[in-house]
T-cell receptor, first 115, second 118 residues
Framework: AQSVAQPEDQVNVAEGNPLTVKCTYS??????LFWYVQYPNRGLQFLLK??????LVKGSYGFEAEFNKSQTSFHLKKPSALVSDSALYFC?????????????FGQGTTLQVKP | GAVVSQHPSWVICKSGTSVKIECRSL??????MFWYRQFPKQSLMLMAT?????????EQGVEKDKFLINHASLTLSTLTVTSAHPEDSSFYIC??????????????FGPGTRLTVL
């Protein structure tokens, strides 16, 4: 079965420090991977995606993610965290059994950046 | 980017009434829209895929007679929660891929609708 796992419910980091939010996936074939961010009582905002090409993908707000096929991971990273980065982060993978572009979401990781 | 709006942003209703939530793609056409439900501090649960001009496809366990979906045009999908009960209280979010080619394009999400059933 296809799935996405975010092993950490919450990640705490001090402002200015690097951050990593972890994501692993399980799909058949080549994955299409996405990261979204959600602020309180808001919809999801797209951060970045990996479809093919370079394993390091750069996205919005200084975020990047590294696709690692051997470890089936797609961890989200940022070199220097901001307090405003505090939010709920979702990793998602395209459901390859569907032709509608349906996404499978991880359970979400709350990022807390402290001043 | 592309913009998806939802209306209303929040609604409070009495148990037994029906509530309609609209999802609009403002600057692009969407043949497909997705409806999600999200409980506090939890992930998004896909409820159904809305298809313009045809019936919606519901996920397993979602009651199609309770959650009526209509995709009347290329820019509008509606979700009607019929005979709402307190357990239907939740945050409902819609999304749409921008391109007709949905295989790898990111989805654009509406801001969500907070439904509270008393």
């Amino acid at each position: 079965a296809q799935s996405v796992a975010q092993p950490e419910d919450q990640v705490n980091v001090a402002e200015g420090n690097p951050l990593t939010v972890k994501c692993t996936y399980s799909v058949s074939g080549n994955p299409y991977l996405f990261w979204y961010v959600q602020y309180p009582n808001r919809g999801l905002q797209f951060l970045l995606k990996y479809i093919t090409g370079d394993n390091l993908v750069k996205g919005s707000y200084g975020f990047e993610a590294e696709f690692n096929k051997s470890q089936t991971s797609f961890h989200l990273k940022k070199p220097s965290a901001l307090v405003s980065d505090s939010a709920l982060y979702f990793c998602a993978v395209r459901d390859m059994t569907s032709n509608t572009g349906k996404l499978i979401f991880g359970q979400g990781t709350t990022l807390q950046v402290k001043p | 980017g592309a913009v998806v709006s939802q209306h209303p942003s929040w609604v409070i209703c009495k148990s037994g009434t029906s509530v309609k939530i609209e999802c609009r793609s403002l600057d692009f056409q969407a043949t497909t829209m997705f409806w999600y439900r999200q409980f506090p501090k939890q992930s998004l649960m896909l409820m159904a895929t809305s298809n313009e001009g045809s019936k919606a496809t519901y996920e397993q366990g979602v009651e199609k007679d309770k959650f009526l979906i209509n995709h009347a045009s290329l820019t509008l999908s509606t979700l009607t929660v019929t005979s709402a009960h307190p357990e239907d209280s939740s945050f409902y979010i819609c999304s749409a891929p921008k391109s007709a080619s949905t295989s790898y394009n990111e989805q654009f999400f509406g801001p969500g609708t907070r439904l509270t059933v008393l």
